[in-house]
T-cell receptor, first 116, second 111 residues
């Protein structure tokens, strides 16, 4: 069964460093998402991406964050200058879809980011 | 903005018990999702529903759109059902796919 993959599974970085989290969505999916979950808290929406552009972003997704689909398969989340409060589990998700219809989302296993 | 509330926060059951987890939301939605989060952190979609009831194996999900309420039932619970169960909702239009999550219900099923 097709699945969403994410790399790395765990990333440790120093405050102020740039990190890139990578995701490979399911191949025929059209909508892509990044979510994050701070330890002990609920999952929060960061950004959605469709047709090679951001379709919506939350207030968490400030100028330090960017997303890219550099080729036909990868979907990346970049944090330019990490802060301690960026430490969280980051989930990528994808869904197929026609506009106006709901489809379930498929989640990747997550990348645990630890900022020291 | 939609507020998603789940109850209970924690639930301990004996193997074989019937389990119910509740979810309520404040604003009309296009769909409601029930997700399962394993101890390792991975998230799996269990159900997506916008009306009525769905069943998959021992799991049943129902939704009442008028009351803005959904329930997830597990029949004949088993220790392998131990996980965090999360309710999430999606809105309309451009934000249709952007899920708003509840805090989750941590279920522990004892043998």
């Amino acid at each position: 069964e097709p699945e969403v993959t994410q790399t790395p599974s765990h990333q440790v970085t120093q405050m102020g460093q740039e990190v890139i989290l990578r995701c490979v969505p399911i191949s025929n999916h059209l909508y892509f998402y990044w979510y994050r979950q701070i330890l002990g808290q609920k999952v929060e929406f960061l950004v959605s991406f469709y047709n090679n552009e951001i379709s919506e972003k939350s207030e968490i997704f400030d100028d330090q964050f960017s997303v890219e689909r550099p080729d036909g398969s990868n979907f990346t989340l970049k944090i330019r200058s990490t802060k301690l409060e960026d430490s969280a589990m980051y989930f990528c998700a994808s869904r197929r879809g026609l506009a106006g219809r709901n489809y379930e989302q498929y989640f990747g296993p997550g990348t645990r980011l630890t900022v020291t | 903005k939609n507020e998603v509330e789940q109850s209970p926060q924690n639930l301990t059951a004996q193997e074989g018990e019937f389990i119910t987890i509740n979810c309520s939301y404040s604003v009309g939605i296009s769909a409601l999702h029930w997700l399962q989060q394993h101890p390792g952190g991975g998230i799996v979609s269990l159900f997506m529903l916008s009306s009525g009831k769905k069943k998959h194996g021992r799991l049943i999900a129902t939704i009442n759109i008028q009351e803005k309420h959904s329930s997830l039932h597990i029949t004949a619970s088993h220790p392998r059902d131990s996980a965090v169960y999360i309710c999430a909702v999606s809105g309309y239009g451009g934000s249709q796919g952007n899920l708003i999550f509840g805090k989750g219900t941590k279920l522990s099923v004892k043998p």
